[in-house]
């Protein structure tokens, strides 16, 4: 790495001028948010507006592997990875319109929670938290640490695991401390970041190559210079489709059918079905703010091809020698890959093209996506262990304890993501985005396949989603196994995978794995007894809207009751009265999701243990936890009716209209070729005239 491209002092101070802007943000976020309820912590009191719900989607999800993993796809295949970003916007409105109102009447705060509610027992609410935690581990977590130290590395030098530890650094204290509200706040500052610094830096990159016209033809032509020589065989030349999305359905890196048929369904996993995406809609104060949200996401997510992708490729029309290496001893070199370097064309255009100070702001950007992902999947995986899994553990856990488990949870994860990073260096041929794709491809398709079947057929039952969830997941992790033993050979050497790797493409895989998983669904649903109707009483569609109530509803209430009743009997057999009894308690009635509240008796505490419940948000105003308690059960109510203001339907459905046009026009205008250039025109080694 050259000196000249390291970050001067003036790039430190524009890094510490955002920093303090994210500590006062996080300080403001704790300061007006409760909390010190499950509900206030892990869903900020369901009192969000949609934009910061919105700005949250779209943060939470664009990651510093977004920065990092579609610039370099961009660099080494083009514009075809652009199609996974205008597939969310058809499919955050398929959440938003469809998925949601669904997941809002059933009142839920997880989503094997409303598994649960729709199928009764637990064994498929426990495999799917822990299935979930898995994918956070090996597709968000690793691959965010690993994205955002890399780009460190190449700008100041770090050595890659320090840098890692540095950043989980920075990001355990908004986790920590802040609650989702907080992570929501920070989501809509870093959002704002990314956004601004990514499109300025896109101007630059383009004015460097001629604009667009300039690109589409110096790209073509981006190789490294013993390619170019004739010295060397092993590829490094850019596919003759490079500008166009969707490709061939045979022999292409991304596949029509595929894409549009198999990676669909694992995206609806990701969009619909999965903790940290949905998470941030239910924190929405109704149904509408949820609906405008997932609208306001979908029109920003119409920018990461301009201002991700193409900026990829811009850099390695600049620095063909580094981001296009083919030869595997020289990559390894640069950047400590041997299955190519095209993962540091984003860190490698900024330290290239952009001046002093503004450096520091594209660094700003890295850490703004690097933390708004991670803290956003801390959040939510703690979410998923404390509720799904703990609370099974620890069926009389405090909410006390419950906050603390969760917190200590997140250290299991970063350890375990850590010892993940070595693998994803080498995997998918260096590209880190397709990484993340093909390991959801293997994994994510059976959970959208029962919750596609869950939410729009009511005869579907317990037996039949887990039987289901068995083969799919199973086959799945089969094929993921056999790709981590059976890598992708290196340029020269003779590739002897099975058939079944080589030549089956991760799209077509995933949408085979779908298919069966509904069948099985189906079949199973149809030879075993119906589920209760009980069971389907606003967990469906079509029934979202049913006033029934249930009976686990009424089973709540009982045992609130019982904990009330031996509360006060504890609290009598210690000498306080029964008007303490009354104050005291703040009980499971009164929380979203049903968690007692341990109650400590007021006593003298150090000033350190102050300082530490502050941090935390856990107070002893029991009378004030009470009061916010039976405030948000109000607000839960009225938000579980799925009201919505005529007006403002009519605004939503208008809006739905023009971003599903938008995406089907985009995904047509990028995907049929215009006649531009197809191969290189440079004279390529010995064979000057050649053709590719």
Same mark, same amino acid.
């Given at each position: 790495?050259?000196?000249?491209?390291?970050?001067?002092?003036?790039?430190?101070?524009?890094?510490?001028?955002?920093?303090?802007?994210?500590?006062?943000?996080?300080?403001?976020?704790?300061?007006?948010?409760?909390?010190?309820?499950?509900?206030?912590?892990?869903?900020?009191?369901?009192?969000?507006?949609?934009?910061?719900?919105?700005?949250?989607?779209?943060?939470?999800?664009?990651?510093?592997?977004?920065?990092?993993?579609?610039?370099?796809?961009?660099?080494?295949?083009?514009?075809?990875?652009?199609?996974?970003? @205008?597939? +969310?916007? *058809?499919? $955050?409105? !398929?959440?938003? #319109?469809?998925?949601?109102? %669904?997941?809002?009447? /059933? &009142?839920?705060?997880?989503?094997?929670?409303?598994?649960?509610?729709?199928?009764?027992?637990?064994?498929?609410?426990? @495999?799917? +938290?822990? *299935?979930? $935690?898995? !994918?956070?581990? #090996?597709?968000?977590?690793? %691959?965010?640490?690993? /994205? &955002?130290?890399?780009?460190?590395?190449?700008?100041?030098?770090?050595?890659?695991?320090?840098?890692?530890?540095?950043?989980?650094?920075?990001?355990?204290?908004?986790?920590?401390?802040?609650?989702?509200?907080?992570?929501?706040?920070?989501?809509?500052?870093?959002?704002?970041?990314?956004?601004?610094?990514?499109?300025?830096?896109?101007?630059?990159?383009?004015?460097?190559?001629?604009?667009?016209?300039?690109?589409?033809?110096?790209?073509?032509?981006?190789?490294?210079?013993?390619?170019?020589?004739?010295?060397?065989?092993?590829?490094?030349?850019?596919?003759?489709?490079?500008?166009?999305?969707?490709?061939?359905?045979?022999?292409?890196?991304?596949?029509?059918?595929?894409?549009?048929?198999?990676?669909?369904?694992?995206?609806?996993?990701?969009?619909?079905?999965?903790?940290?995406?949905?998470?941030?809609?239910?924190?929405?104060?109704?149904?509408?703010?949820?609906?405008?949200?997932?609208?306001?996401?979908?029109?920003?997510?119409?920018?990461?091809?301009?201002?991700?992708?193409?900026?990829?490729?811009?850099?390695?029309?600049?620095?063909?020698?580094?981001?296009?290496?083919?030869?595997?001893?020289?990559?390894?070199?640069?950047?400590?890959?041997?299955?190519?370097?095209?993962?540091?064309?984003?860190?490698?255009?900024?330290?290239?093209?952009?001046?002093?100070?503004?450096?520091?702001?594209?660094?700003?950007?890295?850490?703004?996506?690097?933390?708004?992902?991670?803290?956003?999947?801390?959040?939510?995986?703690?979410?998923?262990?404390?509720?799904?899994?703990?609370?099974?553990?620890?069926?009389?856990?405090?909410?006390?304890?419950?906050?603390?488990?969760?917190?200590?949870?997140?250290?299991?994860?970063?350890?375990?993501?850590?010892?993940?990073?070595?693998?994803?260096?080498?995997?998918?041929?260096?590209?880190?985005?397709?990484?993340?794709?093909?390991?959801?491809?293997?994994?994510?398709?059976?959970?959208?396949?029962?919750?596609?079947?869950?939410?729009?057929?009511?005869?579907?039952?317990?037996?039949?989603?887990?039987?289901?969830?068995?083969?799919?997941?199973?086959?799945?992790?089969?094929?993921?196994?056999?790709?981590?033993?059976?890598?992708?050979?290196?340029?020269?050497?003779?590739?002897?995978?099975?058939?079944?790797?080589?030549?089956?493409?991760?799209?077509?895989?995933?949408?085979?794995?779908?298919?069966?998983?509904?069948?099985?669904?189906?079949?199973?649903?149809?030879?075993?007894?119906?589920?209760?109707?009980?069971?389907?009483?606003?967990?469906?569609?079509?029934?979202?809207?049913?006033?029934?109530?249930?009976?686990?509803?009424?089973?709540?209430?009982?045992?609130?009751?019982?904990?009330?009743?031996?509360?006060?009997?504890?609290?009598?057999?210690?000498?306080?009265?029964?008007?303490?009894?009354?104050?005291?308690?703040?009980?499971?009635?009164?929380?979203?999701?049903?968690?007692?509240?341990?109650?400590?008796?007021?006593?003298?505490?150090?000033?350190?243990?102050?300082?530490?419940?502050?941090?935390?948000?856990?107070?002893?105003?029991?009378?004030?936890?009470?009061?916010?308690?039976?405030?948000?059960?109000?607000?839960?109510?009225?938000?579980?009716?799925?009201?919505?203001?005529?007006?403002?339907?009519?605004?939503?459905?208008?809006?739905?209209?023009?971003?599903?046009?938008?995406?089907?026009?985009?995904?047509?205008?990028?995907?049929?070729?215009?006649?531009?250039?197809?191969?290189?025109?440079?004279?390529?080694?010995?064979?000057?005239?050649?053709?590719?």
């Amino acid at each position: 790495m050259a000196k000249q491209m390291s970050l001067k002092a003036e790039d430190f101070i524009v890094i510490a001028v955002y920093f303090l802007g994210v500590l006062i943000v996080g300080a403001w976020s704790m300061c007006r948010t409760n909390r010190s309820t499950v509900s206030g912590y892990f869903l900020a009191g369901r009192f969000m507006t949609f934009i910061p719900v919105g700005m949250s989607l779209f943060a939470s999800n664009i990651g510093s592997e977004h920065l990092v993993g579609l610039a370099g796809s961009g660099a080494a295949a083009g514009i075809g990875v652009g199609a996974f970003e @205008f597939n +969310a916007l *058809l499919l $955050l409105q !398929l959440l938003g #319109f469809v998925f949601l109102p %669904v997941y809002i009447a /059933s &009142g839920v705060c997880t989503l094997p929670e409303y598994i649960h509610k729709r199928f009764g027992g637990h064994r498929i609410r426990v @495999f799917l +938290a822990m *299935l979930s $935690l898995l !994918l956070y581990i #090996f597709t968000k977590i690793s %691959v965010n640490m690993y /994205s &955002g130290a890399l780009f460190i590395q190449q700008s100041v030098g770090w050595n890659l695991y320090f840098a890692i530890l540095f950043l989980l650094g920075m990001t355990a204290l908004c986790t920590v401390s802040g609650g989702l509200a907080a992570v929501i706040y920070l989501d809509t500052l870093m959002a704002t970041v990314m956004v601004g610094g990514a499109l300025l830096m896109t101007f630059m990159g383009f004015d460097k190559v001629g604009g667009y016209s300039g690109l589409r033809i110096k790209y073509m032509n981006a190789m490294a210079s013993d390619v170019i020589a004739g010295n060397h065989t092993c590829g490094g030349v850019p596919r003759p489709d490079s500008f166009v999305m969707l490709r061939d359905p045979g022999h292409s890196d991304m596949p029509w059918p595929g894409f549009l048929l198999g990676q669909t369904p694992a995206s609806i996993w990701y969009w619909c079905a999965d903790q940290v995406i949905v998470q941030r809609a239910l924190a929405a104060k109704s149904l509408s703010h949820a609906q405008g949200g997932s609208l306001l996401a979908g029109y920003i997510k119409i920018l990461p091809l301009f201002i991700m992708v193409f900026p990829g490729m811009i850099s390695r029309v600049l620095y063909p020698d580094e981001v296009a290496c083919a030869n595997p001893d020289k990559c390894f070199e640069i950047c400590g890959s041997r299955a190519g370097c095209s993962n540091i064309a984003y860190p490698k255009l900024v330290l290239g093209i952009m001046p002093t100070g503004l450096r520091g702001l594209m660094m700003a950007v890295m850490m703004a996506a690097l933390m708004s992902d991670l803290t956003s999947i801390f959040n939510s995986a703690s979410t998923l262990f404390t509720i799904d899994i703990w609370k099974r553990i620890r069926k009389n856990a405090s909410t006390r304890e419950l906050m603390i488990v969760g917190r200590a949870f997140v250290l299991v994860m970063c350890v375990i993501g850590i010892c993940w990073v070595p693998i994803i260096t080498e995997f998918q041929g260096g590209q880190l985005f397709i990484y993340i794709q093909a390991i959801s491809a293997y994994l994510a398709p059976p959970v959208a396949s029962v919750y596609l079947i869950a939410i729009f057929w009511k005869r579907s039952n317990e037996q039949g989603a887990f039987w289901g969830l068995m083969s799919g997941f199973i086959v799945g992790v089969t094929r993921m196994v056999l790709d981590f033993v059976y890598q992708a050979p290196e340029c020269g050497v003779k590739d002897t995978r099975p058939i079944f790797v080589k030549d089956f493409h991760y799209m077509y895989f995933a949408l085979m794995i779908f298919l069966l998983t509904g069948i099985v669904c189906i079949v199973v649903s149809l030879l075993t007894p119906a589920p209760d109707p009980e069971m389907i009483v606003r967990t469906t569609f079509f029934t979202r809207h049913d006033p029934t109530i249930r009976s686990d509803e009424i089973q709540e209430e009982a045992e609130m009751k019982q904990i009330d009743a031996e509360e006060q009997k504890h609290r009598a057999e210690h000498g306080h009265t029964h008007q303490d009894n009354e104050s005291a308690l703040w009980v499971k009635e009164n929380d979203t999701v049903n968690l007692k509240e341990s109650v400590e008796f007021k006593s003298p505490k150090p000033f350190w243990k102050k300082v530490v419940q502050f941090f935390c948000g856990m107070s002893d105003d029991i009378e004030e936890e009470k009061k916010t308690a039976q405030e948000q059960t109000e607000h839960l109510r009225e938000i579980t009716s799925l009201h919505q203001d005529k007006r403002a339907k009519m605004l939503l459905y208008g809006n739905l209209l023009i971003i599903l046009t938008t995406a089907v026009f985009l995904y047509i205008f990028f995907s049929i070729p215009d006649g531009g250039p197809t191969a290189p025109t440079i004279p390529y080694g010995k064979n000057a005239s050649l053709t590719l």
